[in-house]
């Protein structure tokens, strides 16, 4: 079973950046969507952004114009750029990755955190 390893967390101070990436321990083929999640503490996990594999990207409101997600490859399939960074941007951050046979794939998260 593949799995994903993601990296690039850590902490920053507001108004930093951070570069997420997503590793894949084999290759996936078929990729169809790619994406970025976050989970809060107390809270549900979000959507912070998807991509296609037509290219159609999706960013939750909070992060537009702040973060840019990018599709890579089969070992690497997704990077998020993230600047701008906010206190409430504050979560563990989990790659995803959804193949056009139906199977789904999840890291184990990555801390990120803002603060000063």
């Known amino acids: 079973q593949v799995q994903l390893v993601e990296s690039g967390g850590g902490l920053v101070q507001p108004g930093g950046s951070l570069r997420l990436s997503c590793a894949a321990s084999?290759?996936?083929?078929?990729?169809?969507?790619v994406g970025w999640y976050r989970q809060a503490p107390g809270k549900q996990r979000e959507l912070v952004a998807g991509?296609?594999?037509?290219?159609?990207?999706n960013y939750a409101d909070s992060v537009k114009g702040r973060f840019t997600i990018s599709r890579g490859n089969a070992k690497n399939p997704v990077t998020l750029q993230m600047n701008s960074l906010k206190p409430e941007d504050t979560a563990v951050y989990y790659c995803?990755?959804?193949?056009?046979?139906?199977?789904?794939?999840w890291g184990q998260g990555t801390q990120v955190t803002v603060s000063s």
């Open positions: 084999g290759s996936i083929f078929n990729i169809d969507v």
């Open positions: 995803y990755v959804h193949t056009w046979v139906n199977a789904d794939y």
């Open positions: 991509i296609t594999s037509g290219g159609n990207t």
